[in-house]
C-alpha cells in the first residue's frame, strides 16, 4: 500500500482528500503546516505528498525545498494543491521540485487523474 | 411521462444520431433536457417532450445534441496516447516513408480534447515529423461542442483532468478563469460538423482513427455498420482506436484485435 502524506491546514480539506485517497488505496498521514510535514518526513517518508502552498509556520514551497534536501527526499512524489492558479506560481512549484499541480478546487477525478499521471496510481 | 412521448424520442434519437435510450435510461432524458425546456420557457420534461413531433428541426437537433454530448478529457486513460506515441507513431513514420503524410480521425471528438491531445504529441515528436504532413480532423455531430473545440477554451476543471501540468503551463494561456489552448495547437486541428451514421467517403481516408466510447452508445446492428464504414476509409495498415470496453469481437470481421495490444485494431481484409 502506498502512502500519502497529505499537508493542509484546513481540516475539512485534509478531510475530503484523505477520503478520496483512502478509496484510491493509499494509506493516508496527515500535517497542518510545513513544519509538521517535516517533521513526520524526517522520521518517515511518504510515497506521495498532497501539498497545499499558503499555510502558517512553514509555507508549502518552504517545506519542498526543506523535503528534497533530507537524504531520500528526492524520492517522494509532490503533488501542490493550491488556490494560486496563474502561471507564474505554478511554474515556480515545478521549478522547485513539485511534480504535479492541482488548482483548487478539485475533486476525485482530477486528484485521480494527476496522480495517474506521476505513476502513483 | 406518456409512453408515447418516451418512444418518439427514443425513435428519433436512434435515427439522428444512433443513440439507444431504454426506459432505464430515462433519467438522463430528465437531466439532459430539463435546461433546454426552461431555456424555452416551457414547463418541464414533459411539455418539451410533447412538442417535439411538432417541434422542427431546430427544437429535434437541439435535443439531440444535448442527448449526445459526452465529457471528454485530455489523454483519456493515458494509455492509447503512450501507445500512440510509441508505437503507431514509429509505424506511421515507416510506413508512410514514401508520401511523408498521413491522416488522424478523431471521430465523435466532443470538444476536442481527444485531437489536441494528440496534436500535443505530435508537437512534441515534432523533430522527427520534419518535413511531415499531418491532418487531424475531429468531428462530431454537435454544433455546440464543435464551436468549443475550434475556440479550445477550457474551464479549470477541463483544464486539470488528464493533462499532465508541464503541457498545461507549455500549451495554454490563462484568461481569467478560463484556460485558451496555443493557436499552433489549435492549427494542428480541423474540425468538422459530421454525423458518424451518415457515408463517411467525404472525409477522405485516414491512417488512425480514434472512434473511442462511442459505439456503447449504439445497438448492434448500428456498431457492426459503423465499423464497416470505417473500415471503408482506412488503408491495409490503417489502425482503429475503440475504448477500453469496447471490442470488434462478435460485432465486425473488418478489424481484428493487435496482439498485445488493448484497444487497437487493424484492418482484416
Known amino acids: 500500500m502506498k502512502s500519502c502524506l497529505i499537508v ?3 481540516k475539512v480539506i485534509r478531510m475530503v482528500a484523505k477520503k478520496i485517497l483512502q478509496e484510491l488505496g493509499f494509506s493516508t498521514a496527515e500535517a497542518e503546516d510545513g513544519q509538521k510535514a517535516l517533521e513526520h518526513c524526517q522520521r518517515e517518508l511518504p510515497d506521495a505528498v498532497l501539498l497545499d502552498w499558503n499555510m502558517p509556520v512553514m ?7 526543506a523535503l528534497r534536501k533530507l537524504p531520500g527526499g528526492d524520492r517522494p512524489i509532490v503533488v501542490l494543491c493550491s488556490t494560486e492558479n496563474d502561471i507564474d506560481h505554478i511554474q515556480e512549484a515545478i521549478t522547485e521540485g513539485a511534480n504535479e499541480y492541482i488548482m483548487k478546487p478539485f475533486d476525485s477525478e482530477i486528484l485521480q487523474t494527476k496522480f495517474s499521471q506521476v505513476g502513483l496510481l | 411521462m406518456r409512453p408515447e412521448d418516451f418512444a418518439y424520442v427514443a425513435k428519433m434519437l436512434k435515427e439522428r444520431s444512433g443513440l ?4 432505464d435510461k430515462a433519467y438522463l432524458l430528465e437531466s439532459r433536457l430539463t435546461p433546454i425546456a426552461r431555456k424555452r420557457g416551457l414547463k418541464g420534461l414533459d411539455e418539451l417532450l410533447q412538442q417535439l413531433p411538432s417541434g422542427g428541426e431546430d427544437l429535434q437537433r437541439e435535443v439531440t445534441e444535448a442527448m449526445t454530448t459526452n465529457e471528454s478529457f ?10 500512440f506515441k510509441s508505437l503507431v507513431l514509429p509505424l506511421l513514420l515507416k510506413n508512410k516513408a514514401a508520401k511523408k503524410s498521413f491522416r488522424i480521425w478523431s471521430a465523435a471528438c466532443s470538444s476536442g480534447q481527444e485531437a489536441y491531445s494528440l496534436s500535443m504529441i505530435i508537437k512534441e515528436e515534432g523533430a522527427k515529423l ?3 504532413k499531418v491532418e487531424i480532423v475531429g468531428t462530431d455531430i454537435s454544433h455546440e461542442m464543435l464551436e468549443k473545440a475550434r475556440a479550445g477554451i477550457y474551464s479549470q476543471f477541463e483544464v486539470q483532468r488528464g493533462l499532465p501540468v508541464q503541457m498545461m503551463v507549455k500549451y495554454f494561456k490563462k484568461n481569467n478563469e478560463t484556460w485558451q489552448i496555443d493557436p499552433s495547437i489549435r492549427q494542428m486541428v480541423q474540425f468538422r460538423e459530421f454525423n458518424l451514421l451518415h457515408d463517411l467517403k467525404s472525409l477522405g481516408q485516414f491512417d488512425v482513427v480514434f472512434c473511442r466510447n462511442v459505439l456503447i452508445y449504439f445497438d448492434q446492428p448500428t456498431k457492426s455498420k459503423v465499423l464497416e464504414n470505417i473500415s471503408k476509409i482506412v488503408p491495409d495498415d490503417g489502425i482503429l482506436y475503440l475504448g477500453g470496453a469496447e471490442t470488434v469481437l462478435g460485432i465486425s470481421d473488418k478489424f481484428k484485435p493487435i496482439p498485445e495490444q488493448r484497444g487497437i485494431y487493424a484492418v482484416n481484409r
Open chain 1, 8 to 10: 493542509d491546514d484546513s
Open chain 1, 59 to 65: 509555507n508549502g514551497l518552504e517545506f519542498l525545498n
Open chain 2, 20 to 23: 439507444i435510450v431504454t426506459p
Open chain 2, 74 to 83: 485530455f489523454f483519456r486513460d493515458i494509455k492509447p496516447f503512450d501507445q
Open chain 2, 130 to 132: 520534419a518535413g511531415w
